[in-house]
């Protein structure tokens, strides 16, 4: 008989440590789940930051820069649309980054720029005259015009 209340007694409390280290393991999953969800909102917030600090968020001073950087064409007569928005026969302006280190001159550009629009040279020197001999600094833009298929 008593042997038998033993063993009951051991079977129960075998079942109710297995209870407790359930529920501990369980505790434990939801502590780690929520250090991570914690974890995750805190480098997410200080990337935003770091980002912010870097200037990644600040597209629009980007793009004042970008017009600043563009040698004008004082010689345009009209308003002209740019390249690849208009048909190919019409007139448009090519813009071209000087990615070298030195500065180069515009007609420096007239072949590169004859060979994507498929158009002779002389036609874009005829167009371009007094604007040929202006220095572009390296990482500005050359705005060149392209006349019209004649």
């Known amino acids: 008989m008593v042997k038998k209340t033993i063993k009951k007694q051991y079977k129960k409390a075998k079942v109710s440590q297995n209870s407790v280290v359930a529920k501990t393991s369980y505790k434990s999953g939801i502590l780690f789940a929520g250090l991570l969800i914690c974890m995750i909102a805190i480098s997410l917030v200080m990337g935003y930051n770091f980002g912010k ?15 600043k950087r563009i040698v004008g064409n004082p010689y345009k007569k009209e308003k002209l649309p740019i390249c690849g928005t208009v048909a190919p026969s019409q007139a448009c302006l090519f813009y071209v980054l000087n990615d070298s280190s030195h500065d180069k001159l515009a007609e420096d550009f007239f072949e590169e720029v004859s060979r994507k629009v498929k158009r002779p040279v002389f036609y874009i020197l005829a167009e371009n005259g007094p604007y040929q001999k202006r220095p572009i600094k390296p990482g500005y833009f050359a705005e060149i015009i392209v006349p019209a298929l004649r």
């Open 53 to 67: 600090k870097a200037g990644v968020a600040d597209c629009p001073k980007c793009d004042d820069q970008m017009i």
